[in-house]
């Protein structure tokens, strides 16, 4: 089965996912295309696989790894107060996991919830823009790279 997924991760082993922030030991950390909450970053299992329990031992802990490293990246890189992780795989089935940075200047009705109670018009307002990125991704890229 193709997803977006996998075609996201054929494009970052092509080098022409613009979204790309760095090649992770278990995958490809790139921006998500709504970036609402400046910084929402995924986590792409390459290879592809169907889910967490598809990988044995040693690949899930490193996909762990991968993904809280993401996540200290985005606390030290975007002042977050907090980061949420989630893996869900309904919609795409394969793996990839959320990393999205929580603020102290969300509406706190919202900032207590999952980012997905936020209004999908507004979850869709603010989309990816490289130029607008690229140097968010650089310094995320920097933070990960001294982590690994």
């Not at 919609?91 to 997905?116: F, N, Q, S, V, W």
Request: hydrophobic share 40%; with cysteine; proline share 6%.
């Amino acid at each position: 089965m193709s997803t977006l997924i996998h075609e996201r991760v054929a494009a970052a082993q092509a080098g022409t996912n613009p979204t790309v922030i760095w090649r992770m030991p278990s995958g490809w950390a790139v921006l998500c295309d709504v970036q609402f909450l400046r910084g929402y970053t995924i986590l792409l299992s390459d290879p592809v696989v169907p889910d967490l329990n598809a990988l044995d031992r040693e690949h899930r802990t490193q996909y762990l790894l991968d993904m809280v490293t993401i996540g200290d990246a985005l606390l030290e890189v975007t002042g977050a107060f907090r980061i949420n992780y989630e893996i869900l795989g309904n919609l795409d089935p394969a793996l990839h996991a959320h990393i999205i940075p929580r603020y102290m200047t969300e509406p706190e009705e919202l900032r207590k919830g999952p980012p997905l109670f936020y209004d999908k018009e507004y979850r869709n307002s603010i989309k990816f823009d490289y130029e607008r990125d690229k140097d968010l991704m650089r310094q995320l890229a920097a933070a990960i790279q001294a982590r690994l």
